[in-house]
């Protein structure tokens, strides 16, 4: 048999061409896939990892929404004309009024504390109708009795009328807006001396057995506010 003859006999494998079209002449072409010969597993990760970004990305997103959303707003500026007055509250200047009450008696005079166990109410007639706030301290003061009283007369004529009325000395003009009462003989209750702010209703009370410890005790147990801030202070001064 010749050669040529047992070629076509046995022609062998097919070539590539003869594989695209071995469904016959005419028939369409068969698509070549593209197949992923990597694992299972590196796809998997592979999907993690362009998850876990994104998950992170949207939970920060979040977390920043959430604390602009719960984040305290910001306390109004302060009006420039605006002051702090005597009881804590904030308002246009020249409107907080006079101090009042033991609040106010105790801000007039820092060394008032009117809690204390050895202050007391002042005791007034029962036919007064308009009485002052009052309140008597009592200290042991250089191993001597000494008694402060505090006051908020009802008004500024009426207490600086009643403080000319017993005291024999005074009004005595002193520094920071005040004026000075006192007596020149000692009283059943000692040596008095009294301290009055001369354009507010507010005076103090010194008793002692006698002038040296009575000036002394006005000296180191009482303080003064300012006559100036006895109704306000600028909001940057502390309380």
Do not use: K
């Not at 420039?80 to 033991?102: E, K």
């Not at 009643?162 to 020149?184: C, M, Q, W």
């Not at 702010?197 to 147990?221: G, Q």
């Amino acid at each position: 048999m010749s050669d040529d003859l047992l070629s076509r006999l046995n022609p062998g494998p097919p070539r590539p061409a003869d594989a695209a079209h071995a469904g016959g002449s005419g028939g369409a072409p068969v698509p070549v896939v593209q197949v992923d010969a990597r694992p299972g597993w590196w796809r998997r990760w592979r999907v993690v990892l362009v998850l876990v970004p994104a998950l992170a990305l949207l939970a920060g997103t979040a977390a920043t929404g959430q604390r602009l959303l719960w984040a305290p707003l910001p306390d109004p500026a302060p009006l420039p004309d605006q002051v702090r007055c005597w009881d804590g509250s904030i308002a246009d200047t020249g409107t907080c009024g006079t101090p009042d009450g033991l609040r106010g008696l105790a801000w007039v005079f820092p060394s008032l504390n009117v809690r204390s166990p050895r202050c007391g109410p002042v005791e007034r007639p029962a036919r007064a109708l308009e009485r002052p706030t009052e309140l008597r301290c009592s200290y042991q003061f250089r191993q001597r009795l000494v008694t402060v009283t505090y006051s908020r007369r009802t008004t500024l004529t009426r207490g600086l009328s009643y403080l000319d009325a017993i005291f024999p000395t005074g009004p005595l003009p002193i520094s920071g807006g005040r004026v000075r009462f006192e007596d020149a003989d000692r009283r059943p209750a000692g040596y008095e001396a009294a301290i009055a702010y001369a354009d507010h209703p507010f005076a103090v009370e010194v008793a002692a057995p006698d002038a040296v410890t009575r000036d002394a005790a006005l000296e180191d147990l009482v303080q003064f506010r300012p006559a100036g801030q006895l109704e306000q202070v600028p909001l940057s001064a502390a309380d």
